[in-house]
């Protein structure tokens, strides 16, 4: 990597676990930012999926004192469900209008409950939580926003932030876990990506770490104030890639797979191999805003 990459590949690290470490998730929508500008969609994807197992792995076991897995195994469940349902789906619905409608949606959402009061508390039962994981995961394999719902259904309850994040982590790490796999199947760990990892890893660690400390000083309405905000930005920045103002775009998406393509080519008589590359760009793009 040439030396006027790696400042920015490492403030974007930097600050991408910082708002992982101070929030439990957004790494992805922070870092692509600026990791889409100076290395390719399938790295950034890559890099993403393998931070946020570390990302979301810390915040498990910072607040493993708080785990319930019979609140987790529902959402996790949903979720591990929808993400290739999601994905599927691209095919099939139009990106325009899906992106502009969700992100006005969350715009909304996070607009109303910052000025008014919390909403809830709401009782939730499994069987609606496995719904819930279900809708997350198909969001996510649309939208790319991984555990966006899952998050605000956490919110929803009225738990403290402890209990919020002892919840949706462990539903994004499971995420993660899909991501991985489905980029390790697709090629896309490859030497560069690895020593890219190598580098930004202390950075990541020294983010992560001051964020969980600042985290450990703020009360349970700063951090629901903290989420909402994420999640405006999150339904902006859905907005504005319809106008193709961000990188994270279809046509970026397409770059994404012919560079697949082009760095693992796959024969047109292999159905196996087609369906196995639309499906880590897919997961890519969701990789992308987790």
């Not at 195994?73 to 994905?87: D, F, Q, S, Y």
């Not at 998406?253 to 196995?276: F, G, K, M, N, Q």
């Amino acid at each position: 990597m040439d030396g006027h990459v790696v400042l920015p590949f490492v403030v974007a690290t930097f600050l991408g676990g910082f708002v992982s470490g101070f929030s439990g998730f957004a790494m992805g929508l922070v870092v692509s930012g600026i990791w889409l500008h100076i290395i390719t969609p399938i790295q950034t994807a890559a890099l993403i999926a393998g931070y946020g197992l570390l990302t979301q792995g810390y915040g498990i076991a910072k607040l493993r004192h708080n785990l319930s897995w019979q609140c987790i195994w529902p959402l996790t469940l949903g979720t591990a469900i929808g993400i290739p349902v999601g994905v599927t789906l691209l095919t099939y619905v139009d990106q325009v209008f899906l992106r502009f409608g969700v992100g006005v949606l969350l715009v909304i959402y996070a607009a109303y409950s910052l000025a008014r009061p919390p909403l809830g508390p709401f009782k939730i039962s499994a069987s609606t939580d496995i719904a819930i994981g279900v809708s997350n995961g198909v969001l996510g394999g649309l939208t790319g926003l991984g555990g966006v719902i899952s998050t605000i259904s956490c919110q929803l309850r009225g738990w403290s932030k402890d209990k919020q994040r002892s919840v949706f982590q462990p539903v994004l790490f499971a995420a993660f876990v899909i991501i991985s796999i489905s980029q390790l199947v697709a090629g896309s760990y490859t030497v560069e990506t690895i020593k890219l990892y190598g580098i930004g890893l202390p950075f990541m660690i020294a983010g992560i770490w001051i964020g969980f400390k600042l985290y450990g000083s703020i009360n349970d309405e700063t951090f629901r104030k903290t989420v909402l905000i994420l999640v405006l930005l999150a339904g902006v920045s859905l907005i504005v890639s319809t106008a193709g103002l961000l990188p994270i775009s279809q046509g970026h998406l397409e770059r994404c797979s012919d560079a697949c393509t082009a760095t693992h080519p796959v024969p047109t008589t292999s159905l196996h191999s087609v369906v196995i590359s639309r499906l880590a760009s897919g997961i890519a793009e969701f990789a992308l805003r987790a």
